[in-house]
């Protein structure tokens, strides 16, 4: 399924490959469980999930991490191909995150150890959500500065989820040494899973949306539109002036057109997606 997820935009979500995995997954996977719930000694203890605050922290966890990667993935974008950053301003402009970050853990862990972890969940969910719909409103206007201190202030939502959904998925599982090291298992594995799903949806809806403006600017780039002509005979005549004969000058011409369309298109189908978020 991870593959199936993570190959899906490349491949087609309806490609034959795609569709196998799918069908593996759909076929296996019920098997699997039956395996599980019949054995003497399972892999995995389904039981596990009757648990309701377990489940409650893998939930959490799950669309945590489909929610954060999915905000990494575009946030990048945005910065270079909509703001114009260079690369290194735009891992400078997120990476400080990861230090309020650090400190929320810490501070979350010991909220835990004196209040109901549900309790400091909540109120991370609260401040993590709110944070993460603020990013709806990014736009061509937003100053690097206002960038810094959202996304910097982004991050102790981080720490005010991760520390009370471990502290109660491993409340949940007891003394049972083996019971919390198979939850911690289980609660990774379905973090990334979010991730993945995550990401597989973000990267699927931009990527479409990228096609639909690129082929709609392109359809502008015809022989009526004045503005367009004048700028590909210039183009022609610029790369003539540098040596190249008439058919490879236009030929150059309909590269950078083609190349700044697709920017174009990458940047309206980011600047969109965020603002049909809010």
């Not at 402009?93 to 909540?122: E, S, T, W």
């Not at 979010?194 to 359809?219: H, K, M, N, P, Q």
Request: charged fraction near 15%.
């Amino acid at each position: 399924i991870i593959t199936a997820l993570g190959k899906g935009q490349e491949k087609g979500w309806s490609s034959d490959y795609i569709l196998s995995l799918f069908l593996v997954f759909c076929i296996f996977f019920p098997l699997f469980l039956l395996r599980e719930y019949t054995a003497k000694e399972p892999l995995i203890k389904l039981s596990i999930f009757r648990n309701r605050n377990f489940v409650l922290a893998t939930s959490v966890g799950f669309l945590w991490f489909a929610s954060t990667l999915g905000s990494f993935f575009l946030l990048p974008i945005y910065m270079v191909n909509l703001k114009g950053y260079p690369t290194l301003l735009t891992g400078m402009i997120i990476f400080p995150h990861a230090i309020p970050a650090a400190l929320a853990m810490l501070i979350g862990g010991r909220l835990c150890d004196r209040i109901n972890p549900k309790i400091v969940l909540g109120m991370g969910v609260i401040y993590f959500a709110f944070f993460s719909f603020s990013f709806s409103f990014f736009d061509l206007y937003t100053t690097r500065s206002q960038l810094f201190w959202y996304i910097t202030l982004w991050g102790p939502g981080f720490g005010f989820i991760n520390a009370p959904v471990l502290a109660i998925a491993i409340g949940a599982l007891g003394n049972d040494q083996e019971r919390v090291q198979m939850g911690t298992g289980l609660l990774t594995i379905l973090r990334l899973l979010g991730g993945c799903v995550g990401t597989s949806i973000t990267t699927t809806v931009f990527e479409r949306r990228t096609d639909y403006y690129f082929e709609a600017l392109r359809a502008k780039f015809t022989y009526t539109n004045i503005t367009a002509m004048q700028t590909f005979k210039k183009l022609v005549i610029y790369f003539q002036t540098r040596g190249s004969p008439e058919v490879l000058a236009e030929l150059k011409a309909k590269s950078v057109l083609n190349m700044h369309t697709i920017e174009k298109a990458t940047s309206y189908a980011c600047l969109l997606y965020t603002s049909d978020a809010a």
